[in-house]
């Protein structure tokens, strides 16, 4: 089968041709149609995870994805061969990953059916994105008529975090450039647009001279963010924030590592398919188009950047 991998750490992806996996007992062979890109493919192909987790080389990239599945392990109960599912890679190596044809999972991690109201190019780009900002909005414990100021609105977790705050009647400040960002954060639901290359704090504070009651780092400086938060605020970071930068009007942080399991992949994929959270696509690109899809990613984007994986290369 035909895989987008790195075949070395630091050694940039490109196409190869490796042996179709076969599912293990309690694993399912998934026929890839769509994947995404996301931060880790990213750190993946730039050989940044060295000694922090083990790789298989050919390192195979790509999280998230959607599919049918192609064949099932002996013990496996939860799906059958031709169901539509979708999810999140999520192994403790590196090495099996979604730009490829075929991908083998465990049946109890990460992957769950896909609803039919959602078009299998979105469903290929909920997974990662998705979970992160579902916990993330979750951390924060948002009440309606709060304000939240969400830092990297823009990207994948933003869009999803932006609605998934207004859902809970949360007022959303967004960090956006001017022009075609600021739009696009605002046609998800954000009720101000800041720009993250001026002053953050002197804009912010412009709109709440008290402070904000909650924040979302997935972006930036955390520091920024801490210094415009109401006393007793709360921070969500995806990127980390030591508890001992906390500022002295106690601050709560919580430090989010996405974690997409099957009862959050299936909360998220009812609202989308419900029609009240919008999967938001960039571009899309095919499988042997990977490549520049990381270069896209890293220069930014307003939304996701699909792979489609079974329409050629």
Known sequence: ??????????????????PTPAPGPDEVLVRVQS??????DLAVAGGYLKGMMEHRFPVVLG???????????????????????????MKPFLGDGAFAEYLRVPEGVGITNRDHAIPVAEAGAIG?????????????????GETVLISGATGGVGAFAIQL??????????????????????????????????????????????????ALHFAGKAQD??????????????????QDAATPHGIVITSIMANPSVATLDALAAEVAAGRLKVK?????????????IHDFSTGTLGKLVILVDTGV
Do not use: C, W
């Open 165 to 214: 705050a207004v859902a809970r009647g949360a007022s959303v400040i967004a960090t956006a450039r001017p022009g075609t960002e600021a739009d696009f954060v605002r046609s998800l639901g954000a009720s101000y647009v800041v720009d993250y290359t001026a002053d953050i704090a002197k804009a912010v504070k412009a709109l709440r001279p008290n402070g904000v009651e909650a």
């Open 281 to 293: 696509t960039h571009r899309t690109y095919k499988l042997g188009e990977v490549p520049s899809a």
């Open 63 to 89: 999280r998230d994805f959607a599919g049918t599945v192609a064949a099932i392990g002996t013990d496996v109960t939860r799906f059958k061969i031709g169901d539509d599912v979708m999810g999140v890679v």
């Open 35 to 40: 994947s995404s890109l996301n931060g880790i």
């Open 1 to 18: 089968m035909k895989a987008i991998a790195t075949a070395d750490f630091g050694v940039s992806p490109s196409i190869h041709e490796i």
């Open 225 to 242: 963010l801490m210094d415009v938060l109401a006393p007793k605020g709360r921070i969500a970071s995806t990127l980390g924030i030591r």
């Open 128 to 144: 990662l994105a998705g979970a992160a900002a579902y916990d993330s909005v979750q951390a924060l414990n948002l009440k309606k």
